[in-house]
């Protein structure tokens, strides 16, 4: 494509259309519907578009949120929080749980959500989800602009030390099916989501160099 026929902004002054395009290239996005609580053990479940795994061996998932909210304090005060994998029969629950309830107010009860006791940490997990990870916090960083300068956005990374999976997810060769949990993720636009499915599936093998 010629670059005259490219659309071009610098987000410091505004991209200048219907609604920022990061959020729809950079998608679809997994869902980070983390559980945690504080230390009176008031519950928290809420969903974090940015989230994603950074590392194999330890296991290491992160979120980010924009304003230090609820899930944020209760991580750093606790150290311990939980993922809960987001279907699509989930999915309407999970975006009930994004609703700005009071502090202290149970998500859980408010989306008519079932907690279950974790092995290890103290956080509960959400039974109705097919795969649940509990994690220590590893990390809490508050990110930085260009310039230096502090913003309002806060990275939580957490090591995974305990995994819960349906077994109907695992197969008889013992490989997770992705596609059969159907796992829900956020795309662009202000209410975008997508599923996948192994209609679109494609593989793909590494290079291999001769030597």
Not at 7 to 35: E, K
Request: hydrophobic content about 35%; overall charge negative.
């Amino acid at each position: 494509m010629p670059q005259d026929e490219r659309y071009f902004y610098q987000p410091s002054q505004g991209h200048g259309l219907a609604h920022d395009p990061l959020n729809a290239i950079v998608s679809p996005r997994p869902i980070g519907w983390i559980a945690s609580k504080n230390s009176q053990g008031q519950r928290n479940l809420a969903p974090y578009s940015f989230f994603n795994c950074f590392n194999y061996t330890p296991p290491i998932i992160g979120f980010a949120s924009i304003g230090r909210k609820d899930s944020v304090a209760n991580i750093v005060e606790t150290g311990e929080f939980v993922w809960n994998l987001t279907t699509r029969e989930l999915a309407e629950k999970m975006n009930q749980t994004s609703a700005p309830l009071p502090r202290g107010e149970d998500e859980f009860t408010f989306a008519g959500l079932t907690p279950a006791a974790s092995k290890i940490v103290s956080v509960d997990r959400v039974a109705e989800s097919p795969v649940n990870f509990e994690c220590k916090l590893t990390q809490c960083i508050q990110l930085k602009d260009a310039n230096g300068q502090d913003i309002d956005t806060w990275l939580v990374l957490g090591e995974v030390i305990a995994v819960h999976i349906a077994k109907h997810l695992i197969n008889d060769a013992g490989i997770y099916q992705t596609t059969l949990a159907e796992p829900v993720m956020r795309a662009g636009g202000p209410t975008a989501y997508y599923t996948v499915t192994e209609n679109n599936r494609f593989d793909l093998s590494r290079p291999v160099m001769s030597k």
